[in-house]
């Protein structure tokens, strides 16, 4: 099994402000990853994943983009926040099939 | 696409009870999975249910899965308290690193 880190827990952020969350991989080499937005009391939306290094597919064209600079770490950005980026942010890795979430941060775009 | 779509949407039960999920999909699957997730946490993974399968049991938890009608059934027998939680299904296509797909999920509160 694989343990996936996720930091921080809870964010505050300006618009207009930059964003950069990022989730490192414990357990497991060459996971696909996965960054996903859940928004209150509904399901997962799938944002961008990732088979391997520099390998980004995105899945909703939006104000964010990602980066996998190395095998275990996978980082979602934005240069300027906007007030509908708000939401629980989840990163994901798979191993066979199942997959593993971190904890998720929550973010709050005022 | 071949979201997940999981029924009911939310669903209320006194602690003692079966509590019945079920998930509809669209395309050919090459596996089920169900999720659970604790408000505010990330999912945990439950079962696995395979497309050559019927039935699948783990502890309280049994998942059916009938591809001609292409639905499964997530039942939780003997409820608990700490079994509140949502639960969501995720299908997994034929092609090779395509990402699994979830659905929305139903909230399940167990009243002590």
């Known amino acids: 099994s694989q343990t996936i880190h996720q930091w921080p827990a809870t964010l505050v952020q300006p618009v207009g402000s930059p964003l950069s969350l990022e989730c490192t991989v414990e357990?497991?080499?060459?996971?696909?990853l996965y960054w996903y937005r859940q928004a209150a009391g509904r399901g997962l939306q799938l944002l961008f994943y990732?088979?391997?290094?520099?390998?980004i597919s995105s899945e909703v064209p939006q104000n964010l983009s990602a980066s996998r600079p190395q095998d275990r770490q996978f980082i979602l950005s934005s240069k300027k926040l906007l007030l509908s980026d708000s939401g629980f942010y989840l990163c994901?890795?798979?191993?066979?099939?199942?997959?593993?979430f971190g904890p998720g941060t929550r973010l709050t775009v005022t | 696409s071949q979201q997940g779509e999981e029924d009911p949407q939310a669903l209320s039960i006194q602690e003692g009870e079966n509590a019945t999920m079920n998930c509809s999909y669209k395309?050919?699957?090459?596996?089920l999975q169900w999720y659970r997730q604790n408000s505010g946490r990330g999912l945990v993974h439950l079962i696995l249910?395979?497309?050559?399968?019927r039935e699948k049991h783990s502890g309280r938890l049994r998942v059916t899965l009938d591809t001609s009608k292409k639905s499964s059934s997530l039942l939780i027998t003997a409820s608990r308290a700490a079994d509140t939680a949502s639960y969501f299904c995720?299908?997994?296509?034929?092609?090779?690193?395509?990402?699994?797909?979830f659905g929305k999920g139903t909230r399940l509160s167990v009243i002590a």
């Open positions: 994901a890795g798979q191993e066979s099939y199942e997959q593993y």
């Open positions: 357990g497991t080499s060459n996971p696909n």
């Open positions: 990732s088979v391997g290094i520099g390998q």
């Open positions: 395309t050919s699957i090459n596996n």
């Open positions: 249910i395979r497309s050559n399968e």
């Open positions: 995720a299908t997994d296509a034929w092609q090779g690193n395509t990402p699994l797909v």
